[in-house]
């Protein structure tokens, strides 16, 4: 499965983005979803998540209120709309895809994801 994020940019605080993670050769269906980000001299950290089946989604106390995980079936696409932005934001942003059984648990987790996008950079302007 190869997986495209897009969407990243530069962004004053309080506004918005739409990241996109579309797959190629697979659909999402019966997976899990996640988006994950990394800022310069930081260890990757959890976003977002959405489990196909059933739509449940979950995020971290970050983002939570301004980031919105959800999908587009008829397009075989995920995405992060992010309101709000902070410069805190600023990151490279992962799209990854995961076994649709993991738990609320595991969600969070870098290492039960086996598929990654390629990232997209999100600058957030003060």
């Known amino acids: 499965v190869q997986l495209q994020a897009s969407g990243g940019g530069l962004v004053q605080a309080g506004g918005s983005l739409r990241l996109s993670c579309a797959a190629d050769?697979?659909?999402?269906?019966?997976?899990?979803t996640g988006w994950f980000r990394q800022a310069p001299g930081k260890e990757r950290e959890f976003v977002a998540a959405?489990?196909?089946?059933?739509?449940?989604?979950f995020y971290s106390n970050s983002v939570k209120g301004r980031f919105t995980a959800y999908r587009d079936s008829a397009k075989n696409t995920v995405y992060l709309q992010m309101n709000s932005l902070k410069p805190e934001d600023t990151a490279v942003y992962y799209c990854?895809?995961?076994?649709?059984?993991?738990?609320?648990?595991?969600?969070?987790?870098?290492?039960?994801?086996?598929?990654w996008g390629p990232g997209t950079l999100v600058t957030v302007s003060s």
């Open positions: 050769g697979r659909t999402f269906s019966g997976y899990t």
């Open positions: 990854a895809v995961g076994p649709g059984t993991l738990i609320a648990s595991e969600i969070r987790k870098t290492e039960v994801y086996s598929y």
């Open positions: 959405r489990k196909w089946s059933g739509g449940t989604t």
